[in-house]
């Protein structure tokens, strides 16, 4: 009776193998193993800021994963220099200020914009009130904070015509990323060009009411700002990837003005930052998501004839000869459909 027993059990432990082996070859053929996730750089525009969130939070609730992603989050230098990575092969796509791969592509950088992240220009110079700076032209004469690579060092000759001034009427001196607060507050600088949403950490270190700004924006400089960038051959033989990190992107972007206290904490677990500076930093760049275009189109909207007007700015206040069709420079093919919406 005991051998018995002992036969039916090994029958029963045989049987549940070849059961389970079974189920094992089933999923293989079906295509149900996990999927391979396909692997890619993403090159930030500058050191880590609360606009910058959104990326970690779909790495973080694994939106990136979703869409069969690996992203690798590298952090940036510049505008300029988020394109000279991309077109040197370093990155698939990246974050520039929009003027920049334009001129850039007129460069011959192989680059287009695949997406808007900023419908308003944030672009900024900051100085001390008591500098003797009450205008934009002001600057002229003055000592400039900036890096090499900074966007704002691009655009700078577009901005000096606009408000009447020399381009080469001010000196600049070359600083590393990380400290223009502390290049303005040693006042090693008189002028430091910085975004507007930078102001929160402005004035941590120099007292509002001894800070003075002016928004590049509110004096005629019209063009879009902060944009997803790709180079031309991932667009042209890798188009699926652009379109899923996008989804993923304008996903946590959605998520991130919706849950922006939310979102900051996760950025929090990715690097070591002070939270209450950094939603500070984020809710003052939530503003430049509250446009009417962004409101009927949703989030990453390309307006054509706002796209040409950035050109425009490009093309006439920083001499540059664009002789290629717009179509050269921007492709609205790889947005989310259905777009994601900011409820503000």
């Not at 672009?123 to 934009?136: E, R």
Request: aromatic share 14%; with cysteine; charged share 25%.
């Amino acid at each position: 009776m005991k051998i018995f027993s002992i036969l039916v059990l090994i029958f029963m432990v045989f049987t549940i193998s070849m059961w389970a082996g079974g189920q094992d070859e089933t999923e293989g053929a079906t295509g149900e193993a996990p999927q391979e996730l396909q692997k890619m750089n993403f090159q930030l525009n500058w050191k880590v800021m609360g606009d910058h969130a959104p990326y970690y939070v779909a790495l973080n609730k694994g939106w990136f994963e979703e869409e069969g992603l690996d992203v690798n989050i590298i952090v940036g230098q510049g505008s300029a220099y988020t394109v000279q990575a991309l077109d040197a092969g370093k990155a698939e796509m990246g974050i520039s200020d929009a003027p920049v791969p334009i001129k850039l592509r007129a460069d011959g950088a192989k680059i287009k914009i695949v997406g808007i992240i900023f419908d308003k220009h944030p672009n900024c110079m900051y100085f001390w009130k008591d500098s003797g700076i009450t205008k934009p032209s002001d600057i002229a004469g003055r000592t400039v904070a900036v890096p090499a690579s900074d966007g704002h060092k691009v655009m700078w000759p577009a901005f000096a015509r606009l408000i009447g001034v020399d381009p080469e009427n001010v000196k600049f001196v070359n600083i590393e990323p990380a400290a223009k607060v502390a290049a303005l507050a040693s006042k090693n600088a008189e002028v430091v060009f910085e975004l507007y949403t930078g102001k929160p950490f402005m004035e941590k270190a120099i007292p509002v009411e001894e800070l003075g700004y002016f928004i590049w924006a509110d004096y005629g400089f019209n063009a879009y700002a902060h944009s997803y960038v790709a180079r031309d051959d991932v667009i042209e033989n890798n188009p699926e990837l652009v379109r899923k990190f996008l989804k993923a992107a304008y996903r946590a972007w959605e998520f991130t003005l919706e849950n922006p206290k939310e979102a900051i904490e996760i950025l929090s677990e990715y690097h070591p930052i002070n939270k209450d500076d950094y939603l500070v930093n984020l809710e003052v760049m939530m503003d430049f998501f509250k446009t009417d275009r962004y409101n009927e189109n949703g989030i990453g909207y390309i307006d054509p004839s706002r796209m040409q007007e950035t050109v425009d700015t490009v093309e006439k206040y920083m001499n540059i000869d664009i002789n290629f069709p717009l179509d050269d420079i921007y492709t609205s093919a790889f947005l989310p459909d259905p777009m994601y919406f900011y409820d503000y």
